[in-house]
């Protein structure tokens, strides 16, 4: 087994620099939302899917959908995926290695049938780049594709409904996508895409839960002057008001276990070498495994806010843009993700995932359970992005393990979509 899945991992990353090369742009990746190097991926997934039995068809949002059927008709069904679609100047593995990695799957089994049908899924739409709007792919598969979305338009006033019509797909086939009863479950493979692993020398992970996220805007208001002829105890400055909170979020955030809160981005106004800042604008992310400790923590980070201000005679103001509540795996995939882990001969470990995944938008529906991959450097979203050869490998054989192992888990046949 050892032999036949480096073989295949050398393959997987050979056609992950395959595809990287299917680019909006000359010389670095760029692959949004049925642009036109998405019907280059399509052709060589069906190249690739075909030869293995395997029936590909584009769905009406642009997804790649291959069954691979059961030993018998009538048999459940078991999605492996994850998304075809990049950010800009992207690396060559985010996403499109857990389709990769799925076909490779199909390719181990050297034509076994399993008493479940394997769909391979290559998500259209899951960055978010072209629309502003995450997701578009794995929602079609949960029904969570309405009008307002369709009407959605892009830098250039083209609406997402015309994207797939100028794809060459009917917009109208958008709610017979929604999956059938007989899916028991969903499993994507992802690059880690930060440090933990590396730090942990491990190379796989199972992901427990996809950590929740809190965005918020905030807005310290005080009085633009003179820079040299406002005396320091007659400012109303709100650019050391920000930088105070700044500190206060990393100090609370390093002080609660695993959360993260991040201020990424600050605009002073009017923004001049000999003006003292009248506004400034920040913005806030957190995020934690468990919504109580994380709203509790952005409540807090508020009330700083407030003190800070009023001690300096300012005002401030806050907005909450997102506030999306943590999604956990389903625990049966996951105890079966660590088994096969284990099987590997690696330590298995769980880990959140701090970024948003297809798979949270797809446990809505569907029990569904991701596996880590180490991401060397922790570098993701950057041409510099890579993974291993025996980290692949590995993630072969956990993936052949579970595939095995779900054969012969009753809880798993016998299992139903959620309501
Ligand atoms: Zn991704």
């Known amino acids: 087994m050892k032999q036949e899945t480096a073989h295949l991992a050398h393959k997987v990353i050979a056609r992950c620099q395959t595809l990287a090369a299917f680019s909006e742009d000359s010389g670095s990746t760029r692959r949004t939302f049925l642009s036109p190097p998405m019907h280059n991926v399509h052709r060589a997934f069906a190249e690739w899917l075909q030869p293995l039995g395997a029936s590909v068809q584009i769905d009406a949002v642009g997804n790649l959908r291959a069954l691979y059927t059961a030993s018998e008709d009538d048999s459940p069904r078991l999605l492996v995926g994850s998304h075809l679609d990049t950010v800009p100047n992207a690396g060559a593995y985010d996403g499109i290695l857990g389709v990769v990695l799925a076909v490779a799957l199909l390719e181990a089994l050297d034509g076994r049938r399993l008493p479940y049908a394997i769909?391979?899924?290559?998500?259209?739409?899951?960055?978010?780049?072209?629309?502003?709007?995450?997701?578009?792919?794995?929602?079609?598969?949960?029904?969570r594709i309405d009008d307002a979305l369709l009407d959605i338009v892009d830098a250039d006033g083209i609406s997402v409904r015309k994207a797939?019509?100028?794809?060459?797909?009917?917009?109208?086939?958008?709610?017979?996508?929604?999956?059938?009863d007989n899916v028991r479950g969903y499993l994507e493979f992802h690059i880690e895409q930060g440090p933990v692993l590396e730090t942990l020398h491990l190379p796989l992970a199972a992901v427990e839960t996809i950590a929740g996220q809190s965005r918020l805007?905030?807005?310290?208001?005080?009085?633009?002057?003179?820079?040299?002829?406002?005396?320091?105890?007659?400012?109303?400055?709100?650019?050391?008001?920000?930088?105070?909170?700044?500190?206060?979020?990393?100090?609370?955030?390093?002080a609660i276990p695993d959360l993260v809160a991040t201020v990424g981005s600050v605009q002073t106004k009017p923004g001049a070498t000999n003006v003292i800042a009248g506004e400034t604008l920040l913005t806030l992310d957190v995020r934690h495994r468990d919504d109580k400790i994380r709203e509790r923590a952005v409540e807090n980070m508020i009330r700083h806010a407030h003190e800070i201000a009023q001690r300096r005679g300012l005002s401030v103001r806050s907005k909450q843009l997102m506030n999306q509540p943590s999604v956990p795996m389903d625990p049966f995939l996951v105890s079966q993700v660590e088994a096969a882990i284990a099987k590997t001969g690696c330590q298995p470990h769980r880990m959140v995932s701090g970024a948003g995944h297809d798979a949270m938008i797809l446990e809505e529906k569907v029990p569904s359970a991701m596996i880590f991959l180490r991401t060397p450097g922790g570098v993701s979203h950057d041409p510099a992005e890579s993974v291993s050869v025996d980290d692949v490998a590995l993630a072969i054989e956990c993936g052949l393990h579970l595939l095995n192992q779900l054969a012969s888990a009753p809880t798993f046949q016998t299992r139903t979509l959620r309501a």
């Open 164 to 180: 797939i019509k100028e794809f060459g797909l009917n917009p109208a086939g958008i709610p017979k996508e929604r999956l059938p």
């Open 217 to 254: 805007e905030l807005v310290f208001a005080g009085r633009s002057n003179h820079a040299g002829t406002t005396p320091m105890h007659l400012r109303f400055d709100t650019v050391t008001a920000a930088a105070e909170w700044i500190t206060a979020v990393e100090h609370a955030a390093k």
């Open 119 to 143: 769909e391979v899924v290559g998500f259209s739409e899951e960055e978010g780049v072209r629309f502003g709007i995450p997701f578009i792919g794995s929602r079609a598969l949960v029904g």
